[in-house]
């Protein structure tokens, strides 16, 4: 599995690198346009990415407008709705509002900080609990080692 997470504050991003690498091959950014410039580059190479772990507030590009920018970019490549990147916000704000609005826009899950390896384990298993490559995803269960 191919992993993106993209958060402005470094030891998010590493503490959720750290996670995610049980679960595939995981680059990071720090911002939202380095987050869109990895993905771009990604369907340019053939290898697009599997799931997205996506902070919500950053400076110059928020993760709402990632988020947004990125379900129009597959549906303007042909990607059928919920065939695409799966992407899972993750945010210290745990206001209902936020929630909704984010699932509104297309993202598949959603984490508050602080986050532990079981809430983020649960969460992408459930993701792909129905996706045969990935059913026995985790930290026991590393596709491709």
Not at 80 to 106: P, Q, Y
Request: aromatic fraction near 6%.
């Amino acid at each position: 599995m191919r992993i993106l997470v993209v958060d402005d504050e470094l030891v998010s991003r590493k503490k959720m690198r750290r996670i995610m690498s049980n679960f595939g091959d995981c680059d990071m950014a720090e911002n939202g346009r380095q987050a869109l410039a990895a993905f771009e580059s990604s369907w340019e190479r053939l290898m697009p990415y599997d799931l997205l772990m996506l902070d919500i507030h950053m400076p110059e590009l928020d993760g709402t407008e990632v988020l947004k920018t990125i379900r129009q970019r597959e549906a303007e490549m042909g990607v059928a709705h919920g065939a695409g990147l799966r992407i899972v916000m993750v945010t210290a704000v745990s206001d209902g509002n936020m929630v909704s609005s984010s699932l509104a826009s297309g993202c598949d899950e959603y984490i508050v900080k602080p986050f532990d390896i079981l809430t983020v384990t649960e969460k992408i298993r459930r993701l792909f609990v129905d996706d045969p490559e990935f059913r026995d995803l985790g930290p026991d269960n590393r596709l491709g080692s």
